[in-house]
């Protein structure tokens, strides 16, 4: 793909050089960080400086205390500080804004709904009012289990008004994943819906919804959204409920927001680690809020007259805080898109940009890299110039794709951030202040000032400039999760045991991605080094795909790895053994994929099965999943000669280059 006449060859050589792009001046001018003293600043005054960050909320109480470290790691910010987040998104714009669009909805068939702040604020308390009369109690934890529909944010800052700590289950995620989720967090309550439209088809999601609720241990009130009216009919079971009878007989209602602590729980977010189990990460009130609110308006540079689009998904973490709890808390306008990129066709989202004049558009490389591959013309079809930064997010996002997001989206006239975070972290982390720092291609940048992340060899030292190393970050900051759900211990193990030491009190958290760090600071984030593949920015756990390939029938062993993928960025790739009387042919690769699509979801997906006879493994009986990647990746392998079966090697790249 050549880009504006410049060879690819001359391209990619320019960009390992390492070339660098200063912020447009117009985008200077009107940004709301521009002083590069920022940095310094933040230093000096760590951690006082985060009371910028608290300064953009409403607090009922003050807090007492910045951060308390009594108790590392499990810091505490803002301590005895009182607010409630629903009133920070909602009630505190209304004198001001109540009439301006707090949501602009665009459903998949083109219809449009519009909630202005007074809305939004009325459907909010109205479902708050029906949690209560469910008998919803302050800190209950409510599952959601929805696809992009208004009624999502809705009853997430319902939840968040009464106090309930909400938690949202990716509707694209199986019934069993429903269930687990559920079951962990001892959840009472759901809210689902009967279905929703994909590709213009009806898709019925209440079936799951009531398959995943037949496993899940505890008795569940259940609200569901009658989404697609005549194109699905559904019933309703006992205990289940129709979200608009619900509202209907609260209409008109108000209900006070709670006073919560600081520190009390906002909502809880299961995401994929090492080991098979989801880890439930604990968000809380003040920090959390103070977090996405500072980071959407340092980083995305929100103004409260912007229309800014984040095309997340909210049941993940960049939805959270990025499409619902930053940009309201600020008072804007935000974007929700229910469909895909590509349908009606493959300029969807630039006809969204040209109709609503959207402002900042922040998106993943894995669309970008496809909207690559569909070509300019799908850009080059609407007005863009309303656009004035762009911004991703989830994976690491390759020189040649940013350079044609910044060339052919933003016309080079738009700071493009390349935001390193993750679901533990509430909020971004490394990435540009786009009116301060110039831009690197493929680096996301330099830590975010008050952030101390570093790039450490294995001994936890700090690695040379250009080396490759593990990326930490050695203070606290206020997003930080504080626990995982009633397990501190795992919290531990999982991101503090690798490099702290305790008995010096030192505490560094570890978010198990690899990195380098250029001499100026900048961060290149490479890829997880736990066990965990990266689809298309999503965290998938190599045990909990592996246990469901196991479950198949006909299935001895498997060992799951990530291979690279053009547009995915990672794809999976499942080597199987069968069991004694079963033969590794279409339909066990059938059953395979579809045991994974159930387990875990359509997302999952393994891209090739791979039948072997035998793994790769050590003297010890390790399988060496390195060499089944190489293999995937067709790279060159290492040294294969202290195998226990070296032999089972080349047979195996026999099959994956046949394939
Ligand atoms: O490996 C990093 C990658 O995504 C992981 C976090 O995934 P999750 O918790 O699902 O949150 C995704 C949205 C924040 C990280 O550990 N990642 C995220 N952003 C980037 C990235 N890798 C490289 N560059 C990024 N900008």
Redesign the pocket.
Known sequence: MSDQGESEVELEARLAEGESFDPPASFVEQANVADEDIYEEFEENWPECWEQAADLLTWEEEYDQVLDDSDEPFYEWFTDGKLNASANCLDRHLDERGDETAIEWIGELGETRSYTYQELHDEVNEFAAALREMGVEEDDVVTMYMPMIPELPIAMLACARIGAPHSVVFAGFSADALATRMNSADSEYLVTCDGYYRRGDPLNHKNKADEGLEDVEQDVTTVVVDRLGDDLDHDLGDSQHDWDDLVEAQAGASVEPVTRDAEDMLFLMY?SGTTGEPKGVKHTTGGYLSWVSWTSQSVLDIKPEDTYWCSADIG???GHSYIVYGPLALGTTSVMYEGTPDYPEKDRLWQIVDDYDVTQLYTAPTAIRAFMKWGEEYPEKHDLSSLRLLG??????NPRAWKWYYTHIGNEECPVV???????TGGMMV?TIPGVAEMKPGS?GPALPGVSAKVVDGNGDEVDPGEAGYLVVDKPWPGMLRTLYKNDERFIEEYWQEYSDPDEDEWVYF???GAKIDEDGYIT?L??VDDVI?VS???LGTMELESAVVGVEGVAEAAIVGGKHDIKGEAVYAYVITEDGYEGGEDLRERIIEGVEDAIGPIARPEEVVFTEDLPKTRSGKIMRRLLENIANGEELGNTSTLRNPDIVSEIQSKVSND
């Open positions: 995401t993940w973490i960049t991703t997010v989830g994976e690491p996002i390349d935001t390193w975070w993750q679901t533990e990435t996301a978010p198990e991605d984030v890829g997880r990266n920015g999503h965290r």
